[in-house]
């Protein structure tokens, strides 16, 4: 934590109450303008020529070039607007996780997740590129479709402010709706806990790259839930629907710790052979390491665009 | 089915099992409520997990408390049997009878010491096992009569005594118990009434004929019967059942002789070699082997010499076998003891016959043989200071002038050591001497010589009913013919003022004709006559002789003691006491009870063995009534007499009595008979299994269990 920037540290980004301005603040501090739109397209700013090949539209070809050099090249441009991004937030029960103990330096896990959700969109729209947020639980919660206006992002910042955990996770529905409202090409960010009793989530996950989604998960948990460090007599109480349970953690520490460990690994994997981001983070660590996947997953689509 | 404590205090330590809980509830750790995100992983770990440490932590707590509880079990020795001793027993509140027979074949070897510890055990299970609100009342049959009251407590205090005590000596008497026992029922309310009869089974003790006045009232009453006589162990193989002593007369020695009766108790084996010791006087004189054939009488005889005067106590002894209490048989001899006179002649003739001491060395030892008590030597005046006076019990100073100079100290010492003296007067006494010299010892002053003129004159005694004892015993006839004694002189004496003595023999005209006084230990009697015929013609009267000798014996204190023979245990013993006297018996316990009326009787004769009887002058500041347990004998208190106690053998045969026999003995009573021990749910029984072992076993294992959880852990 050491070195962390102070706009970059959960713990002091906890100590902002405002959320739009948490988002900027971080945004601001990571960015220097640096990053490109990965798409090309038919906008304003000319990128490059190419040499024509069959296929090319013909609309395209510098006729200028063509009599200065007698080859035919293909004007290129930079589409930096043309991005639909829409996060996706988890808002059920279980992402209201916040440490009994006072001292615990890790940020609740719903301000984390809120906070990300809101620097990505702010960095989003930073870019011109368009951004959405959709908030669910078993179903969808709100639902702000993609727009690249930068009043936008004040009703992002609302619809963040106002969410309320509550509920049980369901992926499945909410991202059956979704898939059908999102057309074309685009970027799905879902930031969730994963915490879902459903055999087929990674199913319901594998659905939104199938429709040509790009797709980055960032799963988030607390530190308490990855290592469990009560003591004592612990009656647990569930956040969504599962009944209390009394015991001593000291007695289940070790299987637990495995289990969580098996359930990160199980994803990091089964993500990867479907070609899904998957990116793990404790509400403990810096936020930039979200950011900075963003960057770098648009970066690589740019490449992969050129 | 029963469990049973043999030493229940140790239940206690069950209370001891809380202390793991009690830890458990003051170190419990407070449950803190937290809301989780994942709970069905912590299901599922919880699944996965071998760990359990909340339920580790119930079962270390219950093994702690099973271990502490097991172990307190363990150690109250708990017995479980399968009885049915309930059935005997009443469940409402009842009135019960419990009658112990503690005779003394209950003695008879068993397991635990002897039969009559079990009856005690027995009788505090009833108790303990009777109804609340039931009263109990409690009879030993060697005490029938006597009856221990209480709804429970009372009993238990007498049982807790008992426990520690042996049976008695006596037979048992189990009608007259069952007498008392109907009457303390019927003065009861409750309507439920039974009696418990708790004994060895001895025929003996079943006197049909005691059981005459209740038999009919019996039908009103259960009357359960527990027989223990299958808890005897070994057996009782000769009793003594006669012992005679006397002494032997065919040696100068004095030899006492002890003749015993041996039984040999069984009826079909014979006793190869039975040991048999003679004991007298705390030392074992003589031991040998005899053979007795069965069911069949020895006899054995022991001799041994007796030396002093003191009586000879002892015992005779056979060996141990099941029943000690038959084993040994007590005598105490008290041989004729000659006693030793010194006859000082005053007036010494050199015919013998008309010496002064001629008819009184006669009447002392009229045979010249060596069977009489009393042993007379004569001595002049002149030969009187070669004479160590302490050989002698008695002295006699017949018609003696005056002693030599300062003789009257030596006599004076001798009285006060306990001698004794007699002085008859005569012509050669010269009054001035005796009245001056021997004022200490003589409480009268003698005057003048009364002496009769003509015959009608003569002086004759005078007898009233008198308890004197040297006077008492004369029968009508003896009294006439010494009232015809006839009497020319006398000296006449007057008391000195304040002394202290008796006239135990008066003249008609009731002039004394002899005083008796006490000096320290011993006497001093004056005859105010002589000894030989110059003034009177009682020495040729036939009844000088007794008179005379009854005179020394009493003033020997020889005439009152004796050695009786066997009494039975409990039976009073009696003797003629003399009413001048204090009279202890010192039983064989070593208590000494004081008896004010020895015609009363001495009833605590309950114990074998010797009691002595002491005596000494009386006393005022004793007792009024009889008192047992007196602290301590007085010193100047002499012993004399003894007699023996020995128990009566008749249980030592011993017969168990059938059922079939009670039945006949109690044809009205609705009769319990249980001749198993298991009925009484006694602790001790060997049916009884018991389950120490087993319970401090499954502490150590909960102990360990214990262990290995924490190792786990």
């Known amino acids: ?306 | 089915m029963a469990l049973n404590f043999s030493s229940p205090i140790f239940l206690f330590g069950l209370l001891a099992a809380s202390i793991p809980v009690l830890i458990h509830l003051l170190t419990r750790r407070q449950q803190t409520h937290i809301k989780f995100s994942a709970v069905y992983l912590l299901m599922q770990s919880q699944k996965r997990s071998i760990k359990r440490s909340q339920p580790n932590k119930l079962l270390l707590l219950l093994l702690r408390c099973l271990a502490i509880a097991f172990l307190s079990l363990g150690l109250a020795h708990p017995l479980y049997s399968l009885g049915t001793s309930n059935s005997s027993l009443p469940t409402t509140p009842s009135a019960n009878a419990i009658i112990i027979d503690d005779s003394y074949s209950m003695g008879w070897k068993s397991e635990k010491s002897n039969v009559f510890k079990y009856a005690i055990d027995a009788a505090s299970k009833i108790i303990d096992q009777l109804a609340e609100g039931s009263s109990t009342y409690l009879i030993l049959t060697s005490d029938p009569d006597k009856l221990v009251e209480g709804s429970g407590d009372n009993s238990k205090t007498l049982l807790k005594k008992l426990k520690f005590t042996q049976p008695s000596f006596l037979n048992a008497d189990i009608g007259s118990s069952f007498s008392t026992a109907m009457e303390a029922l019927e003065s009861s309310k409750l309507k439920e009434k039974r009696i418990y009869v708790i004994t060895d089974g001895d025929k003996n003790a079943w006197d049909d004929s005691k059981f005459s006045d209740i038999n009919d009232r019996l039908n009103s009453v259960t009357t359960t019967i527990f027989d223990l006589n299958f808890l005897r162990k070994g057996i009782n193989k000769a009793a003594i059942n006669n012992l005679e002593t006397r002494q032997e007369f065919l040696t100068n020695s004095k030899f006492v002789r002890v003749k015993t009766k041996i039984v040999n108790l069984s009826e079909k084996k014979s006793i190869e070699k039975l040991s048999v010791g003679l004991h007298v006087n705390g030392k074992v004189i003589s031991e040998s082997s005899i053979h007795i054939d069965a069911n069949s009488t020895a006899i054995k005889e022991f001799s041994f010499p007796q030396f002093g005067i003191e009586p000879s106590i002892g015992f005779v002894e056979l060996e141990d076998d099941a029943l000690i209490a038959d084993n040994r048989n007590f005598f105490a001899y008290r041989s004729n003891q000659k006693i030793p006179v010194l006859a000082v002649d005053g007036d010494p003739k050199t015919v013998a016959t008309q010496s002064e001491t001629f008819y009184l060395e006669r009447a002392l030892n009229p045979f010249y043989g060596s069977h009489s008590d009393i042993e007379p030597s004569v001595s002049t005046l002149e030969e009187l200071p070669s004479r160590d006076l302490q050989n002698f019990s008695v002295i006699f100073l017949c018609n003696v002038r005056e002693l030599p100079p300062g003789y009257e100290f030596e006599l004076e010492q001798f009285v006060n050591a306990g001698g004794s003296l007699f002085i008859s007067l005569g012509d050669q006494v010269e009054p001035k001497f005796y009245n001056e010299k021997l004022g200490n010892l003589l409480p009268v002053v003698i005057q003048n010589i009364n002496q009769a003129l003509n015959p009608k004159d003569q002086f004759k005694l005078s007898f009233k009913k008198t308890d004197h004892p040297v006077l008492k015993g004369f029968e009508e006839k003896i009294v006439r013919e010494m009232e015809a004694i006839k009497f020319n002189s006398f000296f006449k004496v007057e008391p000195r003022i304040d002394a202290n003595f008796k006239i135990p023999l008066r003249f008609s005209d009731g002039t004394a004709a002899a005083v008796e006084t006490q000096f320290g230990k011993g006497k001093v009697i004056l005859f105010v006559s002589t000894a030989d015929r110059d003034w009177n013609d009682f020495p040729i009267q036939p009844t000088f002789l007794p008179w005379i000798q009854r005179w020394v014996k009493y003033a020997a204190h020889s005439l009152d003691t004796f050695s009786q023979g066997n009494l039975l245990p409990g039976t009073p013993f009696f003797w003629k006491g003399n009413l001048d006297q204090n009279y202890w018996i010192q039983s064989p316990d070593n208590k000494t009870h004081y008896f004010k009326n020895p015609e009363d009787g001495f009833p605590n004769t309950f114990r074998p063995g010797i009691y002595r009887i002491f005596s000494n002058p009386k006393s005022t500041n004793l007792p009024q009534k009889n008192s047992i347990n007196y602290p301590n004998l007085p010193p100047e208190a002499e012993l004399v007499g003894t007699f023996s106690v020995n128990i009566d053998s008749r249980e030592s045969q011993s017969e168990n009595i059938t059922e079939n026999e009670i039945k006949t003995i109690l044809p009205l009573a609705n009769l319990v008979l249980i001749k198993n021990y298991n009925e009484l749910e006694q602790p001790t029984n060997s049916a009884a299994t018991p389950l120490a072992m087993p319970l401090l076993l499954m502490a150590a294992f909960a102990l360990c269990l214990e262990g290995l959880l924490l190792r786990r852990e």
């Open chain 1, 1 to 306: 934590m050491a070195d962390i920037s102070p706009s970059m540290d959960p713990e002091i980004l906890s100590k902002t109450s405002s959320l739009k301005i948490r988002a900027r603040t971080l945004v601001e501090g990571f960015l220097s303008g640096q990053h490109k739109s990965p798409h090309k397209g038919s906008s304003v700013e000319f990128a490059e020529y190419k040499t024509y090949s069959p296929g090319d539209d013909i609309r395209h070809i510098d006729w200028k070039a063509v009599g200065k050099t007698d080859k035919y090249h293909v004007k290129q441009f930079e589409q930096s607007t043309n991005l639909k991004c829409t996060i996706m937030l988890d808002g059920s029960g279980s992402m209201a996780y916040e440490s009994p103990y006072k001292k615990n330096p890790a940020i609740n896990k719903m301000e984390y997740a809120r906070t990300l959700a809101g620097a990505l969109s702010y960095l989003i729209l930073n870019q011109f590129d368009a951004v959405g947020l959709t908030t669910f639980n078993d179903k969808t919660i709100s639902h702000i479709p993609p727009r690249s206006k930068p009043s936008h992002f004040q009703h992002i910042i609302h619809d963040l402010e106002n969410l309320i955990p509550s509920g049980i996770t369901r992926f499945g529905q909410v991202i059956d709706s979704l898939s059908e409202r999102i057309s074309g090409r685009g970027l799905a960010i879902v930031i969730s806990d994963f915490f879902a009793r459903e055999d087929d989530l990674i199913k319901s996950l594998k659905l939104l790259s199938s429709r040509g989604l790009e797709t980055i998960l960032f799963h988030i948990l607390h530190p308490d839930e990855l290592h469990l460090p009560f003591e004592g007599d612990v009656v647990f109480e569930s956040l969504e629907d599962d009944l209390p349970i009394g015991l001593d953690p000291h007695d289940i520490r070790e299987a637990y710790q495995n289990l969580i460990a098996e359930k990160i690994d199980s994803f990091k994997n089964s993500f990867q052979t479907l070609g899904i981001d998957y990116v793990f983070l404790d509400t403990s660590k810096s936020l930039d390491q979200g950011l900075n996947y963003y960057l770098l997953k648009r970066k690589s689509l740019q490449k992969w665009r050129s």
